[in-house]
């Protein structure tokens, strides 16, 4: 049976030690979770009779996701943790998140990445949206709860 993908969260966190508190960012319309894809190294030499290979460094590499801008609880701007996106585009600094997907699934994908672009746009007779990229670095950490 097909589940809908309602109740899945990416989820920000706010980079306290020693326990980090994950936020859900609202508004997000779709994402993926990132998955590690392997480097491989050919190793092929004059005994071999097919090439042969190694597998190498896993990258997750960086991906894409939208979200509908919601306003700010107080004043003018972006809800709070849209506004953190959009600040830390530039700052070079990693960032956690969380992909959570939610029962019978109940898996949480854990990740560090930074943030390469937060890009507003708008359409005719359409809500306000933006395309946020993210470069992963390092290790994903997948969870069953």
Do not use: C, W
């Amino acid at each position: 049976m097909a589940l809908l993908s309602k109740g899945t969260l990416l989820k920000l966190g706010d980079g306290s030690t020693p326990t980090e508190v994950f936020t859900a960012i609202p508004g997000v319309q779709n994402i993926t979770v990132p998955a590690v894809v392997l480097d491989d190294h050919e190793v092929t030499d004059l005994d071999s009779t097919a090439k042969e290979y190694i597998a190498g460094l896993g990258d997750a590499g960086e991906f894409s996701f939208q979200l509908v801008l919601k306003k700010a609880a107080a004043g003018n701007g972006y809800h709070a943790q849209q506004a953190a996106l959009e600040s830390y585009v530039g700052d070079g600094e990693l960032h956690n998140f969380q992909v959570v997907l939610p029962a019978p699934f109940s898996t949480t994908y854990e990740f560090a990445a930074f943030v390469k672009s937060f890009t507003p746009s708008s359409a005719t007779n359409a809500a306000i949206t933006a395309t946020v990229t993210l470069r992963v670095s390092g290790d994903v950490t997948k969870t069953v709860a």
